[in-house]
């Protein structure tokens, strides 16, 4: 008994129709009615598949993680595909015959883990645990060359890996390490703060000290310009007394000249002057003395010779028996004192 029935494949799903081993038909959204007696159906799946993986694996010192992470990738060629692997649809046409489809995922997520894998291995623990970023370079690198996914039609769209985590008992024994980096960080910055307050002080202190140090310079400096200051007063003071010395001992000199000078001027005067009156009183000597009296009288003023006169009455007096004076004489003599 023959029995008809129809197939519809999504805008998604690549079918191939076979009947009696020859393809009649292909392509994506395909629709069609078929014997299943004669006929066989191949459904490969254009969309974008996701494969996630999670990998256990070793490090070079021994240490054992886990990468996480997913690959995304599509079929380009389902016609390769379909040719290496059975993506044949079961009677019912919704199931596989083969588990092929199934492996599709495998196939690539075994080809990351054999590259994650070399990677891992040749990195210490603390490397790998932050190799997330350079694992996902050179995934990127080893899939777009890998070339049994390009005999399977399959282009890698992207790849990620979302974690890499040690075992619980090497986390934690890597926490206790950070938390002890961490504490003696924390005491290095205690201890930096402090080594920081103390070279501050010792600059602020050094600073002190050489303000100090410079005013003392200063006021040793000033006190040195003040002494020479006043070494050069007082040498200028007794240079200045030295020369008021040397003026007074030349005006002594000098004086002492001008009166030797002056002593001898008046001995050659009083020589003159005694050779004068000797010489006076030689010729005095030689003269009556009848003739010096007269030369004497001829000196004198009427007043003086009155005075005589009176005198010479006085001391005659003896010898005078009379003597009249009249009163014109004294009213001259008075006029002549008035």
């Given at each position: 008994?023959f029995?008809?029935k129809?197939?519809k494949?999504?805008?998604?799903?690549?079918?191939?129709?076979?009947?009696n081993?020859k393809?009649?038909?292909?392509?994506?959204?395909?629709?069609?009615?078929?014997n299943p007696?004669t006929?066989?159906?191949?459904?490969?799946?254009?969309?974008v598949?996701?494969?996630?993986?999670i990998f256990?694996?070793?490090t070079?010192?021994?240490?054992?993680?886990?990468v996480?992470?997913?690959?995304?990738?599509?079929?380009?060629?389902?016609?390769?595909?379909?040719?290496?692997?059975?993506?044949?649809?079961?009677?019912?046409?919704?199931?596989?015959?083969?588990?092929d489809p199934?492996?599709?995922?495998?196939?690539?997520?075994?080809?990351?883990?054999?590259?994650?894998?070399?990677?891992?291995?040749?990195?210490?623990?603390?490397?790998?645990?932050?190799?997330?970023?350079?694992l996902v370079?050179?995934l990127e690198?080893v899939?777009?060359?890998?070339p049994?996914?390009?005999?399977l039609?399959?282009?890698?769209?992207?790849?990620?890996?979302?974690?890499?985590a040690?075992t619980?008992?090497?986390?934690?024994?890597l926490?206790a390490?950070?938390?002890e980096?961490i504490l003696k960080?924390?005491?290095?910055?205690?201890?930096g703060?402090?080594?920081?307050?103390?070279?501050?002080?010792r600059?602020?202190?050094?600073?002190?000290?050489?303000?100090?140090l410079?005013?003392?310079?200063?006021?040793?400096?000033?006190?040195?310009?003040r002494?020479?200051?006043?070494?050069?007063?007082l040498?200028?003071?007794?240079?200045?007394?030295?020369?008021?010395?040397?003026?007074e001992?030349?005006?002594?000199?000098?004086?002492?000249?001008?009166?030797?000078?002056?002593?001898s001027?008046?001995?050659?005067e009083?020589?003159?002057?005694?050779?004068?009156i000797a010489?006076?009183?030689?010729?005095?000597?030689?003269l009556?003395?009848?003739?010096?009296?007269?030369?004497?009288?001829?000196?004198?003023?009427?007043?003086q010779?009155?005075?005589?006169?009176?005198?010479?009455?006085?001391?005659?007096?003896?010898?005078?028996?009379?003597?009249t004076?009249?009163?014109?004489?004294?009213?001259k003599?008075v006029?002549a004192?008035?």
């Amino acid at each position: 008994m023959f029995s008809i029935k129809y197939y519809k494949a999504d805008a998604s799903t690549y079918a191939v129709k076979t009947v009696n081993g020859k393809v009649k038909a292909k392509g994506k959204g395909l629709s069609f009615f078929y014997n299943p007696a004669t006929t066989s159906i191949a459904a490969l799946p254009m969309n974008v598949q996701e494969a996630p993986f999670i990998f256990k694996l070793q490090t070079a010192d021994f240490q054992q993680v886990s990468v996480q992470g997913q690959v995304s990738f599509r079929l380009v060629d389902a016609d390769k595909t379909a040719s290496l692997m059975n993506f044949t649809l079961a009677k019912d046409g919704a199931s596989f015959v083969s588990e092929d489809p199934m492996r599709l995922n495998e196939r690539v997520v075994r080809i990351v883990q054999v590259a994650v894998q070399v990677t891992i291995q040749k990195a210490g623990l603390r490397e790998a645990l932050l190799a997330s970023e350079s694992l996902v370079g050179m995934l990127e690198q080893v899939l777009a060359a890998a070339p049994s996914l390009a005999s399977l039609g399959i282009e890698v769209l992207s790849v990620s890996i979302s974690n890499i985590a040690a075992t619980p008992e090497t986390t934690k024994a890597l926490e206790a390490v950070a938390r002890e980096e961490i504490l003696k960080k924390s005491d290095d910055a205690i201890y930096g703060r402090r080594k920081a307050a103390v070279e501050q002080e010792r600059t602020i202190r050094e600073a002190e000290l050489e303000t100090e140090l410079s005013v003392q310079n200063k006021q040793q400096e000033m006190e040195e310009r003040r002494v020479e200051n006043e070494r050069t007063l007082l040498a200028q003071q007794s240079q200045m007394e030295k020369e008021r010395i040397q003026s007074e001992i030349e005006q002594e000199q000098q004086r002492s000249e001008f009166v030797e000078t002056k002593a001898s001027n008046s001995r050659v005067e009083a020589d003159a002057e005694k050779y004068r009156i000797a010489s006076r009183m030689n010729a005095f000597k030689e003269l009556p003395v009848e003739n010096l009296k007269a030369m004497a009288l001829a000196q004198m003023d009427p007043e003086q010779l009155m005075a005589m006169a009176f005198e010479s009455l006085a001391q005659n007096a003896g010898k005078i028996n009379e003597l009249t004076i009249t009163p014109d004489l004294f009213s001259k003599m008075v006029k002549a004192n008035g």
